[in-house]
């Protein structure tokens, strides 16, 4: 009787994936887990998978502008391996604030009189809450009790940051006078009132609700969280001005024109930029904001600071062009359907062909909207065929076939998206 073949050692096995480019701990752990399943020759295919879970740059070819599962905004990196001026004034030598940047181009934006960016928008509510209303009372409609993105609820940030929630009206309707009611109890020692975009939700049919103004008036501050990072509803970025998809959506400048004492928004939906969360407003409140200890666990990296100065530059030279969400979303049909063809005449055998589609803001964003876009289609699902390439492509599959929506593609990538759908297998084969 022959003896089975022993098994690779451990270390030969993983020299022998050397050239996967993966760290020699990665393949000494690979090689670990395909010996142990008794399947050493599934090892490179291991180390392949395990390549591929990194992060690394793909295509989105959804048409979801402001996809959650790849970061949100695309945001350009131009970072080299240099210093910066992070907390420096060069004009002195002194110590200087990581704050004095992006914050102040970002108020110059929208009008407030300082602004102060921390990690992301829940961490901004969360920071404003803890530092005006720690023990006391904030004022909510209970229309706006809600839960935005994964797991940031209203009621449990609320609760996590020390204030008292006080709801006031009903899920559909909330008048002035329930708010009233409320900040007039003495007893219930109101810090601020706070409104809720609703960002990813719309309450429709018999239903009223209380604008920032009216609440301006009653005597405590108004803290409106908008949320999606519109910077300004005029767009004064675009140069056709506002489109039509964007009717209603709460701008950060009018909010604050309106009355709201802050504004909070996110960084990374539709104001474009890197994920952070930006506390825009009155002087005097943001400083407490900024003087509270969760300011520090809650501040921003150079890399995000840098590129949201970037973003914030580009609002202020009115340059929608060194904004991608900004360029992608106002790309015209025409010429989306004008790239297509040429992506379809890069693959032959007439088996691709131009199709109009529908793109969407996404990112808890604008629900409902959808934004006329041109694509690609190919027959058969090629989901998971396209995730599986060195540049992984996602695309939309719909009833058996493959769409791949130009809008959030970049134009850069479409003669590699032809070659791609060229190297296809073909439906059903
Ligand atoms: C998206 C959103 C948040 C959470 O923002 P993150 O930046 O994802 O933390 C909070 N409030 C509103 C109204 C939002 O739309």
């Known amino acids: 009787m022959t003896e089975p073949p022993r098994p690779p050692s451990v270390d030969a096995l993983a020299r022998s994936l050397t050239g996967t480019g993966l760290p020699h701990p990665l393949l000494v752990d690979v090689a670990r887990q395909a010996i142990a399943a008794g399947r050493p020759e599934e090892a490179p295919a291991r180390a392949a998978a395990a390549g591929r879970a990194l992060l690394q740059p793909v ?41 004095d940047r992006a914050g102040p181009l970002l108020a110059r934006g929208c009008g407030a009189e300082r602004a102060l960016v921390v990690n992301n928008c829940a961490a901004a509510v969360v920071l404003v809450l803890a530092a005006l209303a720690r023990g006391r009372g904030v004022v909510v409609s209970r229309g706006e009790l809600v839960e935005i993105g994964g797991g940031f609820r209203i009621p449990e940030v609320l609760a996590q940051s020390g204030a008292r929630l006080i709801e006031v009206g009903t899920t559909n309707r909330t008048r002035l006078a329930d708010y009233r009611g409320a900040v007039e ?9 706070l409104k809720v975009h ?10 009223e609700d209380v604008e920032v103004a009216a609440l301006s008036g009653l005597g405590v501050p108004v803290v409106a969280d908008i949320g999606s990072g519109l910077l300004d509803a005029t767009a004064p970025w675009l140069p056709g001005g506002p489109p039509s998809w964007l009717a209603g959506e709460p701008g950060a400048r009018q909010t604050l024109a309106a009355g709201a004492a802050l504004v909070t928004f996110s960084g990374d939906k539709l104001l474009g930029g890197p994920q952070a969360g930006v506390i825009a407003g009155g002087t005097d409140l943001v400083a407490a904001c900024s003087a509270h200890p969760l300011a520090r666990a809650l501040r921003p990296g150079g890399l995000v600071l840098a590129a949201l100065q970037r973003t914030a530059l580009a609002y202020l030279h009115r340059d929608h062009s060194a904004i991608p969400f900004w360029r992608m979303a106002t790309t015209s049909v025409d010429a989306l359907r004008a790239r297509a063809e040429t992506v379809v ?11 109009p589609c529908t793109s969407v803001t996404g ?24 995730r599986q390439r060195d540049r992984p492509v996602v695309a939309r599959v719909a009833e058996g076939v493959t769409v791949c929506d130009l809008r959030t593609v970049d134009p850069g990538d479409d003669a590699e998206l032809a070659a791609t759908l060229a190297s296809l297998a073909p439906a059903g084969g």
């Not at 990112?363 to 998971?384: C, F």
Request: charged residues 20%; without cysteine.
């Open 185 to 193: 109890d003495p007893a219930a020692d109101v810090a601020l009132v």
């Open 345 to 355: 005449a890069g693959v032959p055998g007439g088996r691709a062909r131009v199709v």
């Open 59 to 99: 295509v989105n070819a959804t048409g979801v502008l402001l996809h959650t599962n790849l970061g949100r905004a695309p945001v350009p990196a131009e970072e080299a391996g240099t210093y910066s001026n992070l907390e420096l004034d060069l004009s002195d030598g002194r110590r200087g604030s990581r704050q």
């Open 198 to 207: 609703p960002s990813n939700y719309r309450i429709t049919g018999f239903t």
């Open 363 to 386: 990112g808890g964003t604008l629900p409902g909207v959808e934004i006329a876009s041109a694509g690609v289609a190919v027959d058969g699902d090629h989901a998971a065929a396209l």
